[in-house]
């Protein structure tokens, strides 16, 4: 995995959600994982490559932020490298953010998936929640507003 800061709790909380969600089946983390880019694009870019030099058989890599994918020539460049295996899905990439550019990418066989939060709920979610507690109303301690899941069947209807 490749996250953001060391230090952030909502990116802590993705990477212990990506741990859960793998937990009981095959997968394994690499040593090290996950680095950290320190929201530093081209240095996600480059931990991609050293990911995977370091891990030549390495079955996925999942960044919990959409960072190395902010670099679209350099991600190209990083899965133009091992296509033969994107494209067989012996080299799994799930990058978490839903923003155009990396719909785009993802439309073009550069990922395989992309799970995004939903930021104009959030919002909205917010503000009612904001009004709620403004007029005494009781709210939930807890609001989940989803995600979205895009693959290649479904990344058509994401870029309307």
Do not use: C
């Not at 990477?15 to 983390?29: C, I, N, Y």
């Not at 350099?74 to 091992?82: E, H, S, T, Y």
């Not at 978490?96 to 909205?124: C, F, I, K």
């Not at 005494?136 to 693959?151: F, L, Q, S």
């Amino acid at each position: 995995m490749i996250s953001g800061g060391a230090a952030a709790p909502n990116l802590a909380l993705r990477v212990d959600g990506v741990r859960e969600a793998l937990a009981g089946s095959a997968w394994t983390e690499v040593p090290g994982s996950p680095t950290f880019s320190n929201d530093d694009i081209a240095l996600a870019v480059q931990q991609m490559g050293d990911l995977k030099t370091a891990n030549p058989d390495i079955g996925a890599i999942v960044p919990v932020g959409g960072w190395p994918m902010f670099a679209p020539d350099g991600w190209k460049n990083f899965v133009d490298g091992f296509k033969a295996e994107v494209d067989s899905k012996a080299l799994a990439l799930v990058v978490a953010d839903t923003l155009p550019q990396q719909l785009e990418l993802l439309s073009e066989g550069y990922a395989h998936g992309l799970v995004g939060q939903r930021p104009y709920e959030m919002g909205q979610v917010a503000m009612d929640t904001l009004l709620a507690l403004k007029n005494g109303e009781t709210v939930e301690d807890i609001i989940y507003t989803g995600v979205d899941v895009v693959t290649a069947e479904n990344v058509a209807e994401f870029m309307k």
